[in-house]
């Protein structure tokens, strides 16, 4: 069974820093981070690709988050950087195996940025 285990989220006053991470208990192709506000659907913030290193950005994030991975320990990262209040929402961690569709979730983690 695929698990993925996320870390990192927290209070944080705006303009400030976080560094999420989640680990994969398999090889992953594409992982991403979607997030999901009270109130609001979830919305898919980056992703990343093992071939090639594409990433995606979510309009709202350009320039101010960055998704990483380390294939070596199955784990991908998103630094969070200059966060605003409209970030504070419940952040996921996504896994999608053979490129096709994202087929497994982590727990969630909180992330609330305060003004």
């Known amino acids: 069974q695929v698990q993925l285990v996320e870390s990192g989220g927290g209070l944080v006053q705006a303009g400030g820093s976080l560094r999420l991470s989640c680990t994969a208990s398999v090889r992953t192709f594409r992982m991403g981070w979607f997030r999901q506000a009270p109130g609001k659907e979830r919305e898919l913030v980056a992703s990343s690709r093992r071939t090639g290193g594409s990433t995606y950005y979510a309009d709202s994030v350009k320039g101010r988050f960055a998704i990483s991975r380390d294939d070596a320990k199955n784990t991908v990262y998103l630094q969070m950087n200059s966060l605003k209040p409209a970030d504070t929402a419940v952040y996921y961690c996504?896994?999608?195996?053979?490129?096709?569709?994202?087929?497994?979730w982590g727990q969630g983690t909180q992330v609330t940025v305060s003004s």
């Open positions: 996504a896994a999608d195996l053979y490129d096709t569709k994202y087929d497994y």
